[in-house]
């Protein structure tokens, strides 16, 4: 069971209560022995602080998009599943204003069995203020960006069902291909979240999408 979660600077917890300590026989007093300690044996999870996490299919783009909007230099292949582990950038708002992002290890329908580089990661969703899902119209790992979404929504629920309570949107990367914008309107893919169509490599539509995402946290905060 959980103990305590820390989530501020600061934030502390007293475990168990330490031993006391015994007293010698100077002056001819009775030596008294010390009092032993209490033991516990805990569990250490450590758990990433950001506000914003980007989900996604292999290759959709996530690190592109990462370094785009907060420099964070995340290492960018064109194989699948060349991010090993989480990586975070800030984005820096108009307002002075921070928000944290963090990108975690691609999904695809075979993660749950540890396939890919699997889904414990998926652990740090559990502070997630927004999950940005992220598709892209020519994926190797989804017919469709229905069943990319499908697929996404389905680890998420399989590894903790709350984690479809997060609030959502979904990211179309690759828009700046003519095959990727042709694809996309012959699906007329329409979902009921709020939906972006984006080019993290040329850097179009992230305006947009950068600005629901503050004004969404904002709403969190409220």
Known sequence: YLIRDL?????EVVLVEGGKGGGGNEGRKQAEPGKRGEEVEVVLTWKIPAEVFLVGLPNVGKSKLLN???HAHSKEEVYPFSTKEPSRGVYETGDFSQVRLCELPALYRDSPQGRGAGVNFLKHLERAKLILLMLDPLNAFASSLREGHE??????GHYQKSFLEIPHALVINKMDLAEARQR??????RPASPLFLISAE???????????VTQRLKQVHV
Request: no cysteine; proline share 0%; glycine share 10%.
């Open 202 to 212: 040329t850097g179009v539509g992230i305006d947009a999408l950068m600005h629901y």
């Open 151 to 156: 697929i996404l929504l389905e680890v998420l």
């Open 184 to 189: 996309f309107e012959e699906e007329k893919f």
């Open 68 to 70: 785009r909007v907060t």
């Open 7 to 11: 989530i501020r600077s600061g934030d």
